[in-house]
Every structure is written in C-alpha cells, then in structure tokens.
Nanobody, 124 residues
Framework: QGQLVESGGGLVQAGGSLRLSCAAS????????IGWFRQAPGAEREFVAS?????????NYGDSVQGRFTISRDNSKDTVYLQMNSLKPEDTAVYYC????????????????WGQGTQVTVSS
C-alpha cells in the first residue's frame, strides 16, 4: 500500500524556522503531486502548499504562507520538504502531507494518500 511519513515538527519561537519532511515508505510517490495541509485545534484543515512533477515542478501556496514557506522535492530520496521561515504563532498546527495523481490540488478531496501528521508549535 505504501504511506507518507512526516517529520521535522517541533517547538520554535516566533520568527524562527523549521523544515518539515514528507518521505515515502513502502512505495514511491515520485510521479504524484504532493501537498501540505495543516489543522489547528478547533479549525478546519487548511491548504498550505503543493508541488507537482507537471511542468517542471509546479508549486502553489496558500495565501497565509506565501512568501514565507517554500516547498521542494528530492526525487532521488522520494522526499518533499516544506521550509517554513518567519514563523508566527498562528502557524501552530498539525501539518500533514498528502499525495494525489492529479497535476494540481488544493482541496482535501483532491488527495488520496495522507500521512499521520507532525506537530508544529510556534511560541510568541
């Protein structure tokens, strides 16, 4: 079946940085679009960023992270990264990566495979 495994979460002060990783386990997701979503307590799951292999790695970002977060992928490691800079307390959430065969996706329903999530906490 295969799965996605997130890592890199933790506690950081406002203004700091973290890099999350999303690694494939049990199968390859190299031909898939990979997305990052996040969910804060009591809130709906929110689109953060996505990267596809279509059109030389097309990327897309949610409005709240545009200019601060960068998504990238290393196909040799079958891993996607989310570099998060200038973190704010409102970035606190569980971050999930997901995979889809679509060439683009910003909706939860676009994605078929999900990881278990990694907690990111930004203190003020």
């Amino acid at each position: 079946q295969g799965q996605l495994v997130e890592s890199g979460g933790g506690l950081v002060q406002a203004g700091g940085s973290l890099r999350l990783s999303c690694a494939a386990s049990g199968r390859t997701f190299s031909g898939y679009t990979i997305g990052w979503f996040r969910q804060a307590p009591g809130a709906e799951r929110e689109f953060v960023a996505s990267i596809s292999t279509w059109n030389s790695d097309y990327t897309n970002y949610g409005d709240s992270v545009q200019g601060r977060f960068t998504i990238s992928r290393d196909n040799s490691k079958d891993t996607v990264y989310l570099q998060m800079n200038s973190l704010k307390p409102e970035d606190t959430a569980v971050y999930y990566c997901a995979a889809t065969v679509r060439t683009y996706g910003s909706q939860i329903s676009d994605y078929n495979y999900w990881g278990q999530g990694t907690q990111v906490t930004v203190s003020s």
